[in-house]
């Protein structure tokens, strides 16, 4: 059983560019967040998609935005990129279970340059 | 505004020890906790959680204790192996029911020496 899928692994853009990050959750998940890990840091909230809208934000600009389809895939785009965006992008996915918390995938590594 | 803080950056524990790590949060309004690890180019893995109903919870090797008076859980490997050296991740939810978001630590990396 595949559980988390994210694409690509890494990435490297310039300043002012716009990337789109994507991620396919766990078989039988249906909820998807995304988070935001910087260097020596913990992973930070970006916002959680659930039913194909966006359920609850973190503390990120309108830059940030994202989408999930119909199989429960789901997208991050980042524009107008700033160095500060260099980051490792974590998707995760879960199912309304919390006993288990959620599954992460192993992160998309965005330079910008 | 760091609401889950892990104070110690590192630890090095000789294999076979204990390995204690500590979390505090500050925020009254979390009401369950986990523990994850994380392994250099790996996403987090679910390790071990706790509701707040509770002040304890085993699994394996692996135990939570959790003082919800002075805001602090920390996390016991017995005994520590090898394979035990991550970084590990403390983090907390703050609603019941449906999926919510979790807030992390910063992180603490443990090193078991042989």
């Known amino acids: 059983d595949a559980g988390v899928t994210q694409s690509p692994t890494h990435l490297i853009k310039t300043r002012g560019q716009q990337v789109t990050l994507r991620c396919s959750p766990k078989?039988?998940?249906?909820?998807v967040s995304w988070y935001q890990q910087a260097l020596g840091q913990g992973p930070q909230f970006i916002f959680q998609?659930?039913?194909?809208?966006?359920?609850q934000r973190g503390n990120f600009p309108d830059r940030f935005s994202g989408h999930q389809f119909p199989n429960y895939s789901s997208e991050l785009n980042v524009n107008a990129l700033l160095l500060g965006d260099s980051a490792l992008y974590l998707c995760?996915?879960?199912?309304?279970?919390?006993?288990?918390?959620?599954?992460f995938g192993s992160g998309t590594r965005l330079t910008v340059v | 505004d760091q609401q889950v803080k892990q104070n110690s950056p590192s630890l090095s524990v000789q294999e076979g020890r204990i390995s204690i790590l500590n979390c505090d949060y500050t925020?009254?309004?979390?009401?369950?906790f986990l523990w994850y690890k994380k392994y250099p180019a790996e996403g987090p893995t679910f390790l071990i959680s706790?509701?707040?109903?509770?002040d304890k919870n085993e699994d394996g090797r692996f135990t939570v204790f959790l003082n919800k008076s002075a805001k602090h859980l920390s996390l016991h490997i017995v005994p520590s192996q090898p394979g035990d050296s991550a970084v590990y991740f403390c983090?907390?939810?703050?609603?019941?029911?449906?999926?919510?978001?979790?807030?992390f630590g910063t992180g603490t990396r443990l090193q078991v020496t042989l």
């Open positions: 995760a996915s879960s199912f309304a279970d919390r006993e288990h918390g959620y599954t």
């Open positions: 078989s039988g998940h249906d909820t």
């Open positions: 998609y659930y039913e194909e809208e966006e359920r």
């Open positions: 925020n009254s309004m979390f009401d369950y």
């Open positions: 706790i509701s707040s109903i509770k």
């Open positions: 983090a907390a939810m703050g609603r019941s029911g449906t999926a919510s978001k979790l807030t």
